[in-house]
């Protein structure tokens, strides 16, 4: 009784983490096709390979009556996922349950009238100059 007391003040206290803290957003001044463009250019343009792109706001809108919901949550959405095999590399050896972060997404994304671009954030340590590569490639994007 007492561990489960534990575990449900636990489950009440701790608070997830907003998706603020959970992503890096820019905006994107022209379309939600110009912005897949460059992004996808940007990745390239690195010698990096786009191993698949999740088109996210299409499943969003083709499943949201199938889960009871008439909420639009992007016009446009899609995640460019692709790794880097020599920073892989580096930051699994220094922890190899870095593993769970693979592969890196930049995602484009356009709501409510506004394009963005962003990913995920990274937890401090090794993962970090994974964070601060999607960073510079964004910002290729976005010059």
């Not at 343009?45 to 008439?70: F, K, N, P």
Request: proline share 4%; aromatic share 8%; charged share 20%.
């Amino acid at each position: 009784m007492k561990s489960l007391l534990l575990a449900a003040t636990l489950a009440l206290t701790t608070l997830p983490a907003s998706a603020d803290d959970q992503a890096v957003t820019y905006p994107y001044s022209g379309s939600f096709d110009d912005a897949a463009f460059v992004v996808e250019s940007a990745i390239i343009g690195r010698g990096l390979v786009i191993d698949y792109v999740s088109h996210t706001g299409e499943m969003l809108a083709r499943t949201a009556a199938d889960v009871g919901s008439d909420t639009v949550l992007f016009k446009e959405a899609d995640v460019f996922l692709f790794c880097s095999a020599q920073l892989s590399r580096k930051v699994m050896e220094a922890d190899p349950m870095n593993i769970a972060h693979c592969p890196y997404g930049i995602f484009v994304a356009e709501r409510e009238g506004e394009v963005m671009i962003g990913y995920r954030t990274y937890p401090d340590g090794p993962m970090k100059e994974v964070q601060a590569l999607l960073d510079e490639i964004v910002q290729d994007a976005l010059d």
